[in-house]
């Protein structure tokens, strides 16, 4: 069989072995090719093929249901579930999702691409079969690194209390998140994976009781005693704590070994209540470049299959904004021994890698758990000391009551530093940092900033760290900057709440906030073809609002447009609507940004396409709102 004649996980029952090893080999080849072509996770899945396999074989997936955390290790979940045809088109617009999508299969029970909910959502999918009266299987795969997470271990809790709902937990142990796992529980992980399996207690030590004469036969009520006696003694220190908790552990199991796979599988099924199989796996598997590099490879941009190597631009690209904001804290921390970067397990995402090369003192990575990301910095802050919270727009969503409890009602000085903000691009709506604006802004004492290109970013990073009177948070953009003269040094900070002007013009206010303010400007040149003449201003911060600048310009010229990359509802366009309001200001007001809809995956110029967001649409849908009798066609 070929793995493109798989339309249904349940074709794998009665496979051999060997067949289930030339499947897992061509779900590699097909992996591979696609990423290498189209860019995406590589390692996760990877790593995870046999484990997939074993699992599906095991399974009715007609019933049973499985929740992948995460979801990035999903992809040969997906060549097993009808999507072969398909998968070419991965992370492409209207093409199959790098995560997993209820609305995409209905083998995807439970969309994510954060990590640590599996579990939650099984356990919550276990007990509402057990309340209907239902039969199926109910199972969770989780990675190591996601185990760190405050969630994983709030359902472990709950779950081990329920002994007769039937959950089966599968940990995906590779030892890595992104980056390798920090902490208590990976190191003990670690541990585990190095000691002999318990199940050779389990499977043989009854057997050989029976041999010895005139005993074996006459133990039966204390041999069950004495075997969980002997096996609490064999389980590794972390095994014991999941036997504590309430389930039955198994493993470490090898996760490229199908047989063993199958049989520990076949077995944690028969078990009744919650079964944790301990799973060792390696991340990359059977990609040797993946495997030599876990952190390089766990995702990729479009690579030569043959050497590794990312495809090269065609032509040279401005610097990331991530990579002139690290470069930039790493130059401050350098003369500032009390700067501290914090990161939840994205330090090369962020760019905090950088910190850790350069000044590991000053350099920490609490591994998936935002929450406590925060409230170690307000703990830091309140010690004086300058913590630099560098988290994605949508993972520090996580960490709302954070915020708002620890940081922003102590008033406390953290810098939190919103990357991936706004459009992001092939990730999808799990991923899209759209909300920050409007879930920060209304939270006193927070200070909120955007730069409009990455020189700005420089001096921003400077006011966050000089601002020490409260928090301040700055967003800024995913991808490239426009190629600006940076500075090495001598960065000035900002003034905390002040905008300027970059073009004057009488018919139309434009208030562009952060990426946005390029695409004002473009969108002013248009409409000055057009004989409209655009004043536009560069918000810069959008709590505290310049209002000095806005509101007499906003009454002078009577036309108001605002643009933002965030969601329209509660965000940059609201707060000036709200500020003109509360002046008794009453101009119309054009809000321009992402509307009340989940933005899904694309590249991010198909997507501003899509929502309007072009230079050009900007220019013709402030024709439409406030010059209809204007010639409104724009090219």
């Known amino acids: 069989m070929h793995l493109s004649e798989i339309t249904h996980p349940n074709q794998l029952h009665g496979l051999s072995i060997r067949q289930l090893q030339q499947i897992a080999r061509q779900i590699r080849d097909k992996h591979l090719q696609t990423v290498a072509a189209t860019g995406g996770h590589l390692g996760p899945g990877l790593g995870v093929v046999e484990l997939t396999l074993g699992l599906y074989q095991t399974l009715d997936l007609d019933r049973d249901k499985v929740i992948w955390d995460v979801g990035h290790q999903a992809y040969p979940h997906k060549l097993l579930t009808g999507r072969y045809s398909d998968f070419h088109t991965l992370r492409q617009k209207d093409g199959i999702a790098g995560y997993l999508k209820r609305c995409e299969s209905k083998f995807d029970h439970f969309g994510a691409g954060h990590a640590s909910t599996s579990i939650s959502a099984a356990l919550g999918m276990a007990l509402a079969r057990d309340m209907k009266g239902e039969k199926f299987k109910a199972v969770a795969v989780i990675g190591d690194g996601a185990l760190t997470g405050g969630m994983a271990l709030e359902a472990i809790n709950h779950a081990g209390h329920l002994p007769k709902t039937n959950l089966l937990v599968v940990l995906n142990d590779n030892e890595m998140s992104i ?339 390029y695409p004002s400007m473009q969108a002013a040149e248009i409409l000055s073809e057009h004989g409209i003449e655009a004043t536009v201003i560069n918000a810069r911060f959008v709590k505290p609002l310049d209002t000095e600048l806005i509101l007499p310009l906003a009454k002078k010229i009577g036309r108001v447009v605002t643009l933002e990359e965030g969601c329209v509802m509660g965000g940059f366009g609201s707060a000036v609507a709200e500020a003109l309001l509360d002046a008794d200001i009453v101009v119309p007001v054009k809000r321009i940004g992402v509307p009340d809809i989940l933005v899904d995956h694309a590249e991010p110029d198909q997507s501003k396409a899509e929502l309007g967001l072009t230079s050009p649409q900007i220019a013709e849908r402030v024709l439409q709102a406030f010059f209809q009798k204007q010639v409104s066609a724009v090219v």
């Open 179 to 517: 980056s390798p796992n920090v902490g208590a529980i990976p190191r003990y992980l670690n541990k585990m994976r190095l000691s002999p399996p318990v199940q050779f207690i389990k499977d043989n030590f009854e057997e050989q009781f029976k041999h010895i004469p005139f005993v074996g036969e006459s133990l039966s009520p204390e041999l069950g005693r004495l075997k969980e006696g002997m096996k609490r003694l064999a389980v590794p220190k972390v095994g014991a704590v999941f036997e504590e908790l309430g389930f039955t552990y198994m493993g470490p199991v090898d996760g490229h070994n199908l047989e063993e796979l199958i049989a520990t599988f076949n077995q944690a099924h028969q078990i009744p209540g919650p079964v944790l199989v301990h799973v060792a796996t390696v991340k990359g598997k059977g990609y040797e470049i993946a495997e030599q590099d876990q952190v390089g490879y766990h995702a990729q941009s479009p690579f030569n299959l043959a050497t590794g190597k990312a495809i090269p631009s065609s032509k040279p690209k401005p610097p990331a904004y991530a990579k002139v904001f690290s470069h930039t804290l790493v130059k401050l921390a350098e003369q500032n021994p009390k700067i501290i970067g914090i990161t939840a397990a994205m330090a090369t995402g962020t760019g905090l890698d950088k910190l850790q090369a350069k000044l590991p003192h000053q350099y920490i990575d609490v591994g998936i758990a935002e929450q406590h990301a925060v409230t170690l910095a307000a703990g830091l802050a309140a010690e004086g000391m300058r913590p630099v919270a560098a988290i994605y727009s949508t993972f520090l969503q996580r960490a709302y009551d954070q915020i708002i409890h620890d940081v922003c009602i102590q008033n406390l000085p953290v810098f939190f530093c919103l990357d991936r903000a706004g459009i992001v691009g092939a990730d999808g709506p799990t991923h899209q940092g759209m909300y920050d604006i409007a879930y920060l802004r209304c939270i006193p004492n927070m200070v909120l900033m955007a730069p409009k290109d990455e020189a700005e970013l420089q001096r921003m990073v400077v006011t966050g760290i000089n601002h020490t009177t409260g928090p301040i948070a700055m967003r800024f953009p995913r991808g490239n900057g426009y190629g600006v003269p940076l500075m090495e040094e001598g960065w000035e900070p900002l003034e905390i709440g002040k905008g300027e002007i970059l073009r004057q013009g009488d018919d139309v206010l434009i208030i562009g906030y952060g990426t946005m303010v």
